[in-house]
């Protein structure tokens, strides 16, 4: 950042226009310890979807605007790592909506970063405009939009009416190396990914079972040999899931997972092990006096188990968890 640059944004900052580290983009890597929930107070964060690669958790997420927003208002993504839950680095901003030329509205909606031989694919939402992929050689990015144009569009749609349908998508790479996208807001969708990681490979389908009621934020994951879908349901939104032995289902409903987060509309799930235990990472409003549903702020939070592989609901805190090695 210029010294001008950085005088000017300093100078609005003591008029208490804006908070200067809230609203810029980053240009430099920042280090931190967090202080617990919420994991980042230096700005306001949303979508979280993790990545663990070695003895590194990697934390993609969504950037809002500072408090009194009407709505949703993003513009860029944010990149974070740690190794040990307490120490965290952030990176240069990465990637930003509008990176994506053939996105109408610049919304920096969730999104979700995967590996795949060395290459890491970033696919991302815009609220109306579809779901594209960017991609880079180094999970901190910089990313680049490999297609040039969307890679789901909301025409592939095919069972939704409204225009902000073709959002949240979230990638799963099975232990046989097949790799399937899931996406939606009303109707959950799915398709499977080439080799390539940037086509689909396939036909859309939908997900449908028992008890289904799905707002947005599918999340895939396996534990002993079984597949899990989570999911926002309703509005204000818990998370939900339902477990299959088959990716493609048949999906049962196995209940809540984690309540209403406080003070957001929204919730937002990213679920993941890491060293040894498992994580559920999501959004609240937490961060006062700012907070709000358009203003929120990840968390993490651990997850456990049952013996008969059902998962025990959430307990959101407000201390965290414990650093681990
Ligand atoms: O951040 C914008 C939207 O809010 C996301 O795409 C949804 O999952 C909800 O969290």
Redo the contacts with the bound molecule.
């Keep these: 950042m210029t010294i001008l640059k950085k005088a000017f944004l300093s100078a609005v900052c003591l008029l208490g226009l804006i908070s200067v580290q809230a609203q810029e983009e980053m240009d430099s890597i920042y280090h931190f310890t967090t202080q617990g929930n919420p994991i980042f107070t230096h700005k306001y964060t949303?979508?979280p979807a993790a990545l663990v690669l070695g003895d590194t958790l990697w934390l993609f997420t969504?950037h809002?605007f500072k408090g009194g927003q009407k709505g949703?208002n993003?513009k860029d993504w944010c990149v974070f790592s740690t190794t040990d839950l307490k120490n965290w680095t952030e990176y240069p901003t990465p990637l930003r909506a509008k990176d994506f030329s053939w996105d109408e509205r610049g919304?920096?909606?969730?999104a979700h970063t995967v590996e795949k031989d060395g290459k890491y694919y970033w696919y991302i939402?815009t609220?109306t405009s579809g779901i594209g992929v960017a991609v880079s050689d180094r999970p901190e990015g910089p990313y680049k939009d490999v297609l040039g144009t969307q890679l789901v569009k909301r025409e592939d749609c095919f069972a939704s009416k409204h225009s902000w349908t073709c959002?949240?998508p979230a990638a799963f790479i099975d232990d046989d190396g097949q790799a399937w996208l899931f996406w939606g807001?009303g109707v959950c969708y799915y398709a499977k990914l080439k080799d390539n990681m940037i086509e689909l490979d396939g036909p859309v389908k939908k997900i449908d079972f028992e008890g289904f009621e799905f707002t947005?934020?599918p999340w895939i994951h396996k534990y002993k040999k079984k597949y899990y879908l989570t999911y926002?349901t309703g509005f204000p939104?818990k998370i939900a899931y339902a477990m299959a032995d088959n990716i493609e289902g048949p999906y049962e409903y196995k209940g809540i997972l984690n309540e209403i987060a406080g003070n957001s509309n929204?919730?937002?799930q990213s679920i993941v092990e890491f060293k040894g235990d498992w994580y559920f990472i999501y959004?609240n409003g937490g961060i006062q006096t700012d907070g709000s549903s358009y203003s929120?702020s990840v968390c993490i939070d651990k997850l456990y188990y049952n013996r008969d592989g059902t998962i025990k609901r959430i307990v959101m805190t407000t201390e965290g968890v414990e650093p681990v090695k």
């Design positions: 949303a979508d969504g809002d949703y993003l919304q920096a909606y969730a939402s609220n959002i949240d807001n947005e934020a926002a939104e929204t919730n937002h959004h929120r």
